[in-house]
């Protein structure tokens, strides 16, 4: 359970707000494709899209972050219902069907959004009233991004949400090395990450790790994350 506690002040005096969950989910949902952008950062899209008549699927909410990276939202409406597999499944089911998420974005946003689209950041958000340790523990053992976020009401007209975990996708990186020789199928060598910087000098992998660790710091929402050349 969140440890998180609300007081509202005023009068000399001290009152805690009792949090709670919403009475029905749907009217979070409504509330969160209302505002997404506001909420998440992320361009709502469509509402309870449906995945075909071979798939039989409804996604909650769809949407476009500010990195121009699809983003499947799912609201947890139940503490037994299994929302993370549930998102994973339709995740896998988006990364088979860009063509069509592709003519989503065109038609909701722009042709410029849709040619802009990066597949490689595509993203699933778990909402839910509270998420359980192995909610948490599963999605560390998954190599996909995924953020858990927990929400509370609190009095008429407060909401919180919390990002309980957040898990990045991890790639190999390959940077193209300046002055490489070509290999004899005709394509330039390229060098991963962890080799460019073990032929770093010393006063270069400083500087890389003070600002890793500076973007870091700026907030617990900063991932890190390796991303494809």
């Not at 040619?115 to 948490?136: H, M, P, Q, V």
């Not at 990186?173 to 060598?189: P, T």
């Not at 660790?213 to 994350?225: C, G, T």
């Amino acid at each position: 359970m969140s440890d998180i506690q609300l007081f509202r002040l005023g009068g000399g005096k001290v009152q805690e707000l009792p949090g709670k969950a919403a009475a029905i989910e749907k009217d979070l949902q409504m509330l969160i494709e209302s505002h997404m952008e506001t909420f998440l950062g992320v361009r709502f899209l469509e509402t309870e899209y449906h995945t075909g008549k071979t798939h039989r699927g409804r996604i909650d909410s769809l949407g476009l972050d500010e990195n121009n990276c699809p983003v499947i939202i799912e609201y947890k409406r139940h503490s037994n219902e299994n929302v993370i597999n549930q998102g994973l499944f339709y995740l896998d089911w988006l990364l088979d069907h860009k063509a069509e998420f592709q003519l989503l974005v065109m038609e909701k946003i722009s042709k410029t959004a849709a040619k802009a689209i990066d597949w490689s950041g595509t993203r699933l958000i778990c909402i839910a009233a509270d998420f359980n340790k192995y909610d948490e523990h599963a999605v560390q053992q998954i190599n996909r991004n995924i953020n858990l976020i927990r929400y509370k009401l609190f009095a008429d007209d407060l909401l919180m949400l919390e990002l309980v975990n957040a898990v990045v996708e991890n790639s190999p990186q390959y940077i193209i090395a300046n002055g490489s020789v070509s290999s004899g199928n005709g394509k330039r060598h390229t060098r991963t990450q962890r080799e460019q910087l073990s032929s770093a000098s010393p006063a270069l992998l400083s500087l890389y790790e003070q600002l890793k660790s500076y973007v870091l710091s700026l907030s617990d929402e900063v991932q890190f994350k390796e991303l494809k050349a």
